[in-house]
């Protein structure tokens, strides 16, 4: 039996329909959940010989790890922890990237009470600086790889609250680094639940936001969170007792905790984590294939790249659900990987502020080609205008999420606010509504589509128009690898839609290329929609997380525009 069904009350497939699901889907939890003793511990009691991962590594050696070995080595951390004098509600920041390290030094920080706060590996001193100070971090535990010690070590005389500093998968350098791995070693496999035991609703994890404009601002969830999750891992990735599940994520992000971990392990799934260095379509296919992945999840991102092969090269048999999210996704990859696969993409929406709060859920329903899908049980989502009021059916506005129907209650999942930044609390959730910073529009079904961020959204002559539908109609045109639409201005028109493209192999920017671009997205969407202006580019500007920096683009314009 799932381990999820203790808290839901009922299995999966025992929803007869999509209705069902929505109007009786329940979470119940102790006022003391913790997922790492109420989950991950019954888990190895219950099943202590199955698989919970197989991390693969660079070159390609697997390595399992049972459910009784993950709990081993989680009480041993937690014991080497608490003797480095890490306790309840200390800040402790993994900068772990894929190393397996990560999974039982988070869940030794849940046993003990204290916050784990994920950073990626591709941070350099400023990043540091700014997370440590912000964050009131106590102790970081690194990567060995790289420069990441050396970039931290360049932050620390600007942080005093970080008194401690460990080291994975080398021997620790020289400044008072300590060696995690040979502690754990040392440490004994006895561990007692410390007293006074956390309350769910106590802070659990904090993650800065990959947001496209400004600081990252630093997202606050309590230990209710991992429960979020059952709709993520069971009912959207649609996770299988003895499967394996296999999300493309840096742990760096809450992606990973969406894809690697909680939902999957609720489901009686084991999760792959490779570990690699640089994305490759062929390189993650061989492992798909190689290991038997049953389901699977990555950002659009890298579906563009993986519909570019030739899919059939690879024995995917064994994949049964594949899921996307992190940016809408083109509906022409979407139709090229059900081409080749014969497997149909579920889409989804969420932030690192929320669990799943949207999506396209088997068996009930079946993806909307270009539909973000439908809320999840738990969320109450709004299409709202600017002033919070909520819009018509194909009505344009901001995606909104409401708690003053629920009597101010949080869904299990959300976040509890900014930490120490009532002001951006305020700002993002007021009047009884989560204001998400993303637009859409819901259809008479009430199936929601997406438009794009709110600053992202172009006003030319009087019209809205979406980045999205013109970038999807743009990746529809063979010769169109990846692209960002924004607006410049114009004298008559307010602005003007700019297309900004990276090219596939095999073509090269020309006059003749931008006409038939142009006369393509007359074709496929409204004509007044298309890019009257058309740069090619070898590389798009991204975050750290890969999301598309529009911003970064209509910065640049801008200032060129200053200069003339």
Known sequence: MPLYETYVGRHRDDF??????????????????????????????DTPDARAMVWVSRNGEAREFTFADIKRLTDKTANWLSAQGVGKGDMVMLVLGRAYQFWYALLALHKLGAVAVPATTLLTQKDYVYRFNAGDIKMVLASGDGDVTRHIDAALPECPTVTLKAVIRRDAPEGGW????????????????????????????????SGTTGYPKMVAHDFTYPLGHILTGCFWHRCVEGGLHFTISDTGWLKSLWGKLYGQWLGGSAVLVYDFDRFSAPDILDKVAAHHVTTFCAPPTMYRYIVKEELAHWDLSALRHVATAGEALNPEVYSNFYRQTGLKIFEGFGQTETTICCFTVAPWMQPRLGS????????????????????????????????????????AGMFSGYYRDPEATARAWHDGLYHTGDTAYRDEMGFLWYVGR????????????????????????????????????????????KATIVLGKGFEPSDELTRALQNHVKKVTAPYKYPRVVVYTDALPKTISGKIRRVEIREQDAQTEDRK
Request: with cysteine; glycine share 8%.
């Open 16 to 45: 007869a329909t999509l209705e069902d699901l929505r109007q009786n889907y329940k979470l119940s939890w102790p006022e003391d959940f913790n997922f790492a003793y109420d989950c991950l511990d019954k888990l190895a009691v």
């Open 454 to 497: 709110v600053d992202d959204v172009i006003k030319s002559s009087g019209y809205r128009i979406g980045p999205f539908e013109v970038e999807s109609a743009l990746m529809e045109h063979p010769a169109v690898l990846e692209c960002a639409v924004t607006g410049v201005p114009d004298p008559d028109r307010g602005f003007a839609v």
């Open 178 to 209: 300590l060696d995690f791995d040979r502690g754990v070693e040392a440490a004994s496999e006895t561990f007692v639940r410390p007293t006074p035991h956390n309350k769910a609703t106590d802070l659990m994890l904090m993650a800065f936001s």
């Open 372 to 411: 973000m899908g439908l809320p999840c049980p738990g969320y109450d989502m709004v299409i709202c205008d600017a002033d919070g009021a909520e819009v018509s059916a194909g009505v344009t506005g901001e995606i909104c999420i409401r708690a003053d129907r629920t009597g101010g209650v949080k869904p």
